[in-house]
């Protein structure tokens, strides 16, 4: 993961000042990680379809963008048409607390550290941030995933209960 360069003034246009640059395997492949990068609901839908997540309705999804405390996506980066290849986003108060609720990294870029590395910048805004808590939201199939990078499964297994609107 390489920090924003500023003698990069085209990625700076089109990732804004916010984004960092994750390492690929292959040198001709940029991959940028941006916090200021408006994301497309499209994309984004095309994304967790890829993934396969249900689909929610765009104008749900933009709200819930909209009252995230962040936000990143990673794009494949081209001069002419960046791709969306990755996503996070969580919620939170930005002080206590915060929860991560969505990872996704294109089934074409998972296996290279890419969910890893999305992760990590995301971690290190909410520790700059100071947050003191962060939680993770996870399905079943991907806690192995969050394990292999640190975290902990509730160790009482009755500390936290989540409610789904029927």
């Not at 749900?60 to 009252?67: G, K, P, Q, S, Y």
């Not at 108060?93 to 290279?112: C, F, K």
């Amino acid at each position: 993961m390489q920090p924003a360069k500023s003698q990069e003034p085209l990625l700076n246009k089109f990732y804004g000042n916010e984004w960092r640059e994750l390492n690929s395997s292959n040198e001709r492949l940029r991959l940028i990680a941006s916090f200021d990068r408006e994301i497309d609901l499209v994309e984004l839908e095309q994304l967790c379809d890829a993934v396969g997540w249900c689909r929610r309705p765009q104008r749900r999804v933009r709200t819930a963008l909209e009252n995230s405390l962040l936000v990143i996506g990673l794009w494949r980066h081209d001069q002419r048409f960046p791709r969306l290849i990755g996503f996070a986003r969580c919620t939170g108060d930005g002080v206590l607390d915060a929860t991560i609720w969505d990872l996704a990294i294109h089934p074409l870029y998972q296996r290279s550290g890419l969910g890893k590395g999305l992760m990590l910048v995301l971690l290190e805004r909410l520790r700059f941030m100071e947050v003191e808590k962060i939680t993770l939201f996870a399905d079943a199939h991907a806690v192995r995933f969050y394990l292999s990078q640190g975290w902990d499964l509730e160790p009482q297994g009755n500390r936290c209960v989540f409610w789904y609107a029927r």
